[in-house]
């Protein structure tokens, strides 16, 4: 089955109830729960909708630091222990949601590599150069200063994910690793492999994000957006699909440039596939994806049957 990600709706919702009425009406039988789900829906949506996936960080924080997103309020990365091991706790009690409604695996952001020059900058040079000879030369001047500070930054995501593997493997729950957007953040396209192979025969993968992947290959940081897929299908444990306009993702599939056919050609039957379309794509938009998908590689997934809802 395809599921939708609660980001497409959870903004315009008060109840539970009413956020997976609406998600059904779309044609989904199945969800992701994502960041901005506070705790008091969780048990209920459980109750009305099949949940493959978590999103880390769920339930909705209460608080989000200074500087700082929902999407990434604290960092396996960071050089500050207090941050580090907060990052730690706050997933495993993610990693307990999704065992509590029977979720297969939570998908994380595992950080970032301070910069001077960060994965905005550099986004907002291509988009002001249309990747240029300029372009190309910051692009350089990027990739250096990452190499040269990466090391204590991906070496605190590893000692992160000993201690959060040991406790998602005793849940029963997978850890995908998200292809990121901001190309200062961990783990590039080569972090991946080191990753991989330091936590080789564990529930560790990756997480493949259609549009942040196509959006690394636009600025020059991969050569292809399928090389993710390509070096790390053994890994692979579920997609984020998106269509992607230029370098605006999070578009629902069919609307944009994407082509879904050769990505779906390199997915395996049991990934865990989450359409994550964001609120800026219409109800008529997300409801076509699902007809588009299925004509473009994605039948064998959307005719997938439901297994039954998790009563808690």
């Known amino acids: 089955m395809i599921a939708l990600s609660t980001a497409y709706n959870i903004s315009k919702h008060k109840d539970p109830v009413s956020l997976v009425e609406e ?20 048990s209920e949506i ?39 091991l907060t ?27 301070d910069m001077a020059i960060t994965g905005r900058t550099l986004a907002k040079k291509y988009n002001e150069t249309k990747g240029n000879n300029e372009y190309k030369k910051f692009l350089e001047t990027f990739l250096s200063e990452r190499k040269s500070k990466s090391k204590i930054f991906l070496e605190n995501v590893l000692k992160s994910f000993d201690e959060i593997l040991i406790y998602a493997e005793r849940k029963n729950v997978k850890t995908g690793v998200e292809n990121r957007f901001w190309a200062n953040e961990i783990p590039s396209f080569e972090e991946y492999k080191i990753i991989f192979q330091k936590f080789y025969g564990t529930s560790l993968g990756l997480w493949y994000d259609v549009g942040h992947s196509i959006v690394a290959e636009k600025q020059g940081l991969v050569k ?38 050769e990505i779906s050609n390199l997915l395996n039957d049991d990934a865990i596939i989450v359409n994550e379309t964001h609120p800026s794509s219409s109800k008529e938009d997300l409801k076509n994806s699902i007809e588009y998908l299925k004509n473009h590689g994605f039948a064998k997934f959307i005719s997938q049957k439901n297994e039954s809802v998790l009563l808690i």
């Open 224 to 261: 292809n957006h399928l090389d993710f897929l390509k070096n790390y299908s053994d890994r692979l444990i579920g997609v984020h699909l998106h269509d992607v306009i230029d370098v605006y993702d999070h578009k629902a599939p069919g609307i944009g440039d994407v082509n879904f056919t």
């Open 23 to 42: 998600i059904k009406s779309l044609g989904f039988s199945a969800v992701e729960l994502n960041v901005e789900v506070p705790e008091s829906f969780i």
């Open 46 to 84: 459980a109750k009305r909708i099949k949940i493959v996936s978590v999103h880390n960080y769920c339930p909705k924080l209460d608080f989000i630091p200074l500087g700082r997103t929902i999407y990434s309020p604290y960092n396996f990365s960071a050089a500050d222990e207090t941050e580090r």
């Open 87 to 113: 990052a730690v706790k706050l997933t495993k009690k993610t990693i307990d949601v999704a065992n509590s409604v029977g979720a297969k695996a939570i998908v994380v952001h595992s950080g970032e590599v």
